[in-house]
């Protein structure tokens, strides 16, 4: 089935550091691919998507490339500040499958903290 | 703020009694789906209703049921609780349609003891 790996737990730079955080991806199809991000005490909010292959996601600073070819959808960010930290979940999902129920598929998330 | 209200906030309850979470969803929404957050983990989507009819379901037991109702809130009912029941239960609601944003709450920590 469709699943979604994040190879980092947790992941610790400081201040001004650039970061990238793993995501990867399976499915049979050709997703939606989604980097959501979840503060304490808050649902997940939508951080950026991409809907098609070679698509760039952008928000605050924030990038994902979606590559088709090597199934990933990486978080990129030049310089981070310590108001980025936060929960991140990769995710994705199946326009086919979801015509009919809109199911996102969530990796298990890597918490980000930003070291002062 | 994204418009979702949840209700409760907390709750503990004993295994084998059952629970009731509400949902209000964002105005202009018809669509609500549910997700199962254990701690450390990414939501997992339960299921999902639209037009008042369960629209597709994860991999979760049918003691886990719920509702929608014309105003497009909702509820979920879990039976028969288990201590593995514990976690934040999020709603989400959107506009049906593929690719549009869904919208989550705050969610509901339920703890069983």
């Not at chain 2, 009694?17 to 339960?46: K, M």
Request: charged letters at 20%; glycine letters at 10%.
């Amino acid at each position: 089935g469709d699943s979604v790996v994040q190879t980092e737990g947790q992941v610790l730079p400081s201040e001004g550091d650039s970061l990238i955080v793993n995501c990867s991806y399976e499915t049979t199809q050709y997703p939606s691919l989604f980097w959501y991000v979840q503060y304490p005490g808050e649902g997940p909010q939508l951080h950026l998507k991409a809907m098609k292959a070679n698509d760039k996601g952008r928000n605050k600073g924030f990038e994902a490339m979606y590559r088709k070819e090597t199934t990933s959808f990486h978080l990129e960010k030049d310089s981070v500040q310590e108001s980025d930290s936060a929960v991140y979940f990769c995710a994705l999902s199946d326009p086919v499958k979801t015509s009919r129920d809109d199911k996102i598929i969530f990796g298990k998330g890597t918490r980000l903290h930003i070291l002062p | 703020e994204t418009g979702v209200t949840q209700s409760p906030t907390h709750l503990i309850k004993t295994r084998g009694q059952q629970v009731t979470l509400r949902c209000s969803s964002q105005s202009g929404h018809n669509t609500v789906s549910w997700y199962q957050q254990a701690l450390g983990q990414g939501p997992q989507f339960i299921f999902q209703y639209y037009r008042e009819e369960e629209n597709g379901r994860g991999n979760f037991p049918p003691r886990f049921s719920g509702l929608q109702f014309p105003n497009y809130s909702s509820e979920l009912n879990v039976n028969a609780l288990e201590l593995d029941d514990s976690a934040l239960y999020l709603c989400a609601s959107s506009f049906k349609g593929s690719g549009n944003t869904i919208y989550f709450g705050e969610g509901s920590w339920l703890t069983v003891v």
